[in-house]
C-alpha cells in the first residue's frame, strides 16, 4: 500500500538527531524544579530572528545528553545579528520548570568541529511494505487503531514517552500539537479531516489509561488527536521506517526527535527532525497535506 511503501521508503533518508532526557524525579513544571545549565559547543545550522530560535547541532553533554541537533529559545534576540551558520559557536543552556532558552553565546571561530552526530542513510533499499497488522496500535481508549484508517486525511504524527522529564523534548512536541490544534479548528482555510498521531516509544508505562490522562492535560480533541502505544516490537518498527532512534536508559530513553507530515496521497510532506516551538509550521504544512501532491522536504 502507498501509505507503508511511501513510510518505509522516505524513512532511510531522514537525519537522525539522538538526544537524551534529563534523569530527574522532578516533572516539568512541578513545584520541586531547579534551574540548571550546561555549557555546550555546537555549530549554528539556521537561524531564525523572527522567532528568537537558533538551530544548533551540539556535542554530547556527559550524563544528561547526546549530541543532536535541536532549535533553541533565545531571550535576547540582538545576539542572533552576530551569528552566521556553519560557525563554530560555545553557549550555555538553561533550563528552568518548562522552560529552556541558551545565552553567552560565543563565536569561536569559522571552523566547523567534528560532531559526533549521525548521519543521513541513503544507501539503504526502500523495504517492502510490511502486513497490515503490524500497523495496529491501541489508543487512549483502549481501541484498536491501524494506521491505514488515516489514508486520505493530513496528517501529523511524532514519538514521545509521558515520563519525559524535560520541557523542550517531549513535552515540547505535545505542546506544539495542542497549539496547533487550536489553530488548525479556528481556521477557516484549514482541511476539516486532518488528524495528529503521538505515538508513545513507552508501552510499558504509557497503557490507554496513562494515555488518556497525559492527552487530557493538553485539552486534546479526540475526534483530532489520537495517542497510541502497541507491542514493542511493532512500535520499533514504525520508528525504523520514520528513521527515529531510541534506546532505553535507566529510568528514561536516549532518543532522537520526529514530527512528520503527511498529505492526503499518503506521501509524506515534511518532516522536523528536531524538537522547539514550530507549531505554526506544523499549521502551514497540514494546510499544504490537504491538497494533492504536497513536495517532500526536510527541515
Not at 496528517?155 to 487550536?182: G, I
Not at 490522562?213 to 493538553?218: G, L, N
Not at 532518543?255 to 499518503?266: E, K, L, P, Q
Amino acid at each position: 500500500m502507498l501509505f507503508m511503501r511511501q513510510i518505509f521508503a522516505f524513512g532511510s533518508l531522514i537525519l537522525c538527531a539522538s538526544c537524551s532526557s534529563r534523569h530527574s524525579s522532578d516533572a516539568p513544571g512541578s513545584a520541586s524544579a531547579k534551574q540548571e545549565s550546561h555549557s555546550l559547543t555546537g555549530v549554528v545550522r539556521q537561524i531564525k530572528p523572527e522567532n528568537q530560535t537558533v538551530v544548533i547541532s551540539h556535542e554530547a553533554v556527559p550524563d544528561y545528553m547526546s549530541a543532536m541537533t535541536m532549535l533553541f529559545k533565545v531571550r535576547d534576540s540582538k545576539i542572533l545579528a552576530t551569528l552566521q551558520t556553519n560557525t563554530a559557536v560555545t553557549f550555555r543552556l538553561n533550563i528552568q520548570n518548562d522552560e529552556s532558552w541558551i545565552d553567552q553565546i560565543k563565536v569561536l571561530s569559522n571552523a566547523v568541529p567534528q560532531l559526533a552526530l549521525s548521519a543521513p542513510n541513503t544507501n539503504s533499499p526502500a523495504q517492502p511494505s510490511p502486513p497490515s497488522e503490524l500497523f495496529t496500535f491501541t489508543n487512549q481508549f483502549g481501541q484498536a487503531v491501524n494506521l491505514t484508517e488515516f489514508r486520505g486525511q493530513p496528517l501529523a504524527l511524532t514519538f514521545f514517552f509521558t515520563r519525559c522529564p524535560v520541557p523542550d523534548y517531549c513535552p515540547r512536541l505535545s505542546k506544539n500539537f495542542q497549539e496547533a490544534s487550536e489553530k488548525l479548528a479556528s481556521s477557516s482555510d484549514a482541511p476539516t479531516n486532518w488528524h495528529f498521531l503521538s505515538i508513545t516509544i513507552d508501552p510499558d508505562n504509557d497503557t490507554p489509561a496513562a494515555l488518556r490522562r497525559y492527552a487530557e492535560s493538553y485539552h486534546y480533541d479526540s475526534n483530532h488527536w489520537t495517542f497510541l502505544t502497541g507491542p514493542k516490537d511493532r512500535i520499533e518498527n514504525l520508528t525504523r521506517g520514520f528513521g527515529f532512534e531510541y534506546k532505553p536508559d535507566g529510568a528514561f530513553f536516549n532518543h532522537g526527535f520526529r514530527t512528520v507530515i503527511i498529505d492526503v496521497s499518503n506521501r509524506v510532506q515534511q518532516v522536523f527532525p528536531f524538537s522547539g516551538n514550530f507549531s505554526d509550521d506544523i499549521v502551514k504544512e497540514m494546510k499544504k497535506a490537504g491538497e494533492q501532491g504536497g513536495a517532500v522536504s526536510g527541515k
